[in-house]
């Protein structure tokens, strides 16, 4: 193969890798959109039903330990580890803990809402975010 003809090459598959990045983003910001709009649905619709929020825990990612926020909101799984506040944000809540977290509490940040919440985890086991948040709704009415 020519210099040339290798060169070629390389920037056709750079080309080719930098657009399929692209599409890839693209897709994540629709993505991540359409959750938003979900989280804000679910926001609008419990407070019109008057579903109380709570306070909300950040757990350790050991498990072991429970961390103080200053958030306030609604759990959307059972092991209370995903969260959506009052200000209609997503929030995981797992926190690295430790003795400054025990006395001060925890501010986990927000992050974007996946539509498909466990998607690629271990388990195998993922749900919609519009059938979780929904039986939230459900279970409380």
């Avoid at 959109?33 to 419990?46: M, S």
């Avoid at 809402?113 to 039986?135: F, H, Q, Y």
């Amino acid at each position: 193969m020519s210099e040339p003809d290798g060169r070629t090459w390389r920037d056709q598959q750079r080309q080719a890798v930098r657009a399929h990045a692209d599409a890839d983003a693209r897709r994540r910001a629709v993505e991540q959109a359409e959750a938003a709009k979900l989280v804000a649905w679910f926001v609008a619709e419990a407070t019109r039903r008057g579903l109380p929020p709570t306070r909300l825990v950040a757990r350790g990612y050991d498990g072991r330990g429970r961390y103080r926020t200053r958030l306030t909101g609604w759990y959307v799984d059972r092991a209370e580890t995903r969260a959506v506040d009052v200000d209609g944000r997503f929030h995981l809540l797992n926190v690295s803990g430790g003795l400054r977290a025990r006395l001060f509490g925890v501010d986990p940040q927000p992050s974007p809402a996946p539509l498909v919440v466990g998607a690629g985890g271990r388990d195998g086991e993922s749900i919609p975010l519009r059938t979780l948040l929904s039986r939230l709704l459900d279970d409380e009415a």
